[in-house]
């Protein structure tokens, strides 16, 4: 079945700086890639996806890159605010199929 | 429009006792999710609901766990007899079609 590698598992960054989180996946029939971030006591809230047909998608200060081949796909936040800081997680799966989570990434940004 | 209702927000019980969750998906998703998060880990599927048929239960310990959706809308999730090791974050998501899945704020269960 599907496993999702997510890295790195903590990352801490300066106000205004740049963060990139990145997975992997081992199913190649996997064509649907959402981040999720999740804050203390909430649920996972979507914040941007990627289908396999498309290799980059943008908005606002948060990007997606995904490289079907290598079967990776990142997550790259710009000018990060402490807002930002949570805990954020790749998933992947199949159509009309469950997703399966990465570990997750806390990212702390300090002011 | 209103998110995905999840209730009670806090459970706590001791072993063996059994406890129910409830949940109600954005109006008009056809597909609803149970998912258990342990803390520190990323959500893992319990079970998949297409309408009120169930799609997939491969993962869910069907000796104590067992969940419903009748009439297609909202959903109970069922765990009778609690171990210790079922305490988590139950979560509940909902899908307008084949991808997307939008969730609820969780039901954390402690199990002492």
């Known amino acids: 079945g599907e496993n999702v590698e997510q890295h790195p598992s903590t990352l801490s960054v300066q106000e205004g700086d740049s963060a990139v989180i990145k997975c992997t996946y081992s199913?190649?029939?996997?064509?649907?890639f959402p981040w999720y971030k999740q804050e203390l006591g909430k649920g996972p809230q979507l914040i941007i996806d990627i289908r396999s047909n498309v290799g980059e998608k943008k908005d606002q200060r948060i990007a997606v890159t995904l490289n079907k081949t290598a079967k990776h796909f990142s997550l790259h936040i710009t000018e990060t605010q402490p807002e930002d800081s949570a805990v954020y997680f790749c998933?992947?799966?199949?159509?009309?199929?469950?997703?399966?989570f990465g570990k997750g990434t806390t990212l702390s940004v300090s002011s | 429009e209103a998110g995905v209702a999840q209730s009670p927000r806090y459970k706590i019980i001791e072993k063996r006792q059994s406890v129910a969750f409830w949940c109600n998906p954005i109006?008009?998703?056809?597909?609803l999710y149970w998912y258990q998060q342990i803390l520190g880990q990323g959500p893992k599927l319990l079970i998949q609901f297409q309408n009120n048929g169930v799609v997939d239960d491969s993962q869910l310990p069907k000796d104590r766990f067992s969940a419903e959706r009748l009439k297609g809308v909202d959903s109970t999730l069922k765990i009778q007899p609690a171990k210790l090791e079922d305490s988590a974050v139950y979560l509940c998501a909902s899908s307008p079609g084949q991808d997307e899945q939008y969730f609820g704020p969780g039901t954390r269960l402690t199990v002492t």
């Open positions: 199913d190649s029939a996997s064509n649907y």
């Open positions: 998933a992947a799966s199949k159509w009309g199929t469950a997703l399966i």
């Open positions: 109006s008009g998703h056809a597909t």
